[in-house]
């Protein structure tokens, strides 16, 4: 094997209890407006949502919803996050969700800060951005590991493609 460096300047928070303990902490880092991120709305069946939302009111924050992110989120919901994210003047982004929640809010981050196309960005310009929208992660559901890197997976129905990348991002 090839000598290589590997660093993930992820930080994970784990346990019980680790939202109420840490969340508010975390948000006192950023601005008075946070979007609140979720799939289909199994976090309201599930108790999730009430949970964070007396976390997010205790915090004084005021709190914009972003629901109904897909399995394969669409660049078109990339679009329609991104669009909200600067007109609401977000800061940050809390995704609630599994992989492809947190993959579709990477790419909104990044998109969020910067008026080029990301996708023409990617894969005519070959560059990628530098700026980003904070974003902090709750993990709902495991398996893509998407909570642990900077790559994120959108679908571009218009191009045929289902292939993306963004630069660092900040989670927790």
């Known amino acids: 094997m090839n000598n290589f460096i590997f660093e993930n300047k992820t930080k994970v928070y784990f346990g019980r209890g680790c939202a109420k303990e840490y969340l508010t902490c975390l948000l006192k880092q950023y601005g008075n407006n946070v979007m609140l991120a979720y799939g289909g709305g199994s976090i309201k069946k599930n108790g999730v949502y009430t949970e964070l939302m007396g976390y997010l009111k205790a915090a004084e924050k005021t709190v914009t919803e972003f629901s109904g ?43 969020a800060k910067t008026d080029e196309d990301i996708w023409k960005m990617e894969f005519e ?26 790559g994120a997976v959108i679908t571009n129905e ?9 630069g660092r991002y900040c989670h927790a």
Not at 158 to 166: E, M, Q, S
């Open 69 to 111: 992110i897909m399995s394969n989120p669409t660049y078109a919901k990339v679009q329609e996050g991104a669009k909200l994210v600067r007109e609401k003047g977000i800061d940050p982004i809390l995704a609630v969700g599994g992989g492809s929640v947190i993959d579709c809010c990477k790419i909104i981050s990044a998109q």
């Open 125 to 150: 310009h070959h560059t990628y951005p530098s700026s980003f929208v904070p974003m902090i992660a709750i993990v709902t559901a495991s398996g893509t590991g998407a909570e642990m890197n900077n």
């Open 158 to 166: 218009d191009k045929g493609g289902a292939v993306g990348r963004t």
